[in-house]
């Protein structure tokens, strides 16, 4: 069984930057794929950005060049933590922010939520005007 836990969340001004981590810990987490997904009220979950165990990346055309993901590993190999550097925010970045992770993840499925088996409880980020 695999752990997320979404930590890092706040409110920003528009412009800034704040960076939200995800520690994955449990059974085998280094290898699954690792995303970030965003819902506002009233809106679908969509997928920002993910990361797989070889560090290939997809990002939503919505925060291309503005978000970065990436992630460590612990020294004795049993978590990973996966970061989500936001900067230019905007307003429309608001929401609660979730990791999932899945194995064999690749392609177009890394930021459709259906690919993913774990999440995280979440953490909001707010940005105001």
């Known amino acids: 069984q695999v752990h997320l836990v979404e930590s890092g969340g706040g409110s920003v001004q528009a412009g800034g930057s704040l960076k939200i981590s995800c520690v994955v810990s449990?059974?085998?987490?280094?290898?699954?794929?690792v995303a970030w997904f965003r819902q506002s009220p009233g809106q679908e979950r969509e997928g920002v950005a993910a990361?797989?165990?070889?560090?290939?990346?997809?990002?939503?055309?919505s925060v291309l060049d503005r978000f970065t993901i990436s992630f460590t590993i612990s020294k004795d190999n049993t978590e990973k933590t996966v970061y989500l550097q936001m900067s230019g925010r905007r307003t429309e970045d608001t929401g609660m922010y979730y990791c999932?992770?899945?194995?064999?993840?690749?392609?177009?499925?890394?930021?459709?939520?259906?690919?993913?088996?774990?999440w995280g409880q979440g953490t909001q980020v707010t940005v105001t005007a």
């Open positions: 449990g059974d085998n987490p280094l290898t699954p794929a």
């Open positions: 999932a992770e899945g194995e064999g993840i690749s392609g177009w499925e890394m930021l459709r939520s259906e690919a993913y088996v774990t």
């Open positions: 990361i797989d165990y070889v560090k290939i990346t997809k990002y939503a055309d």
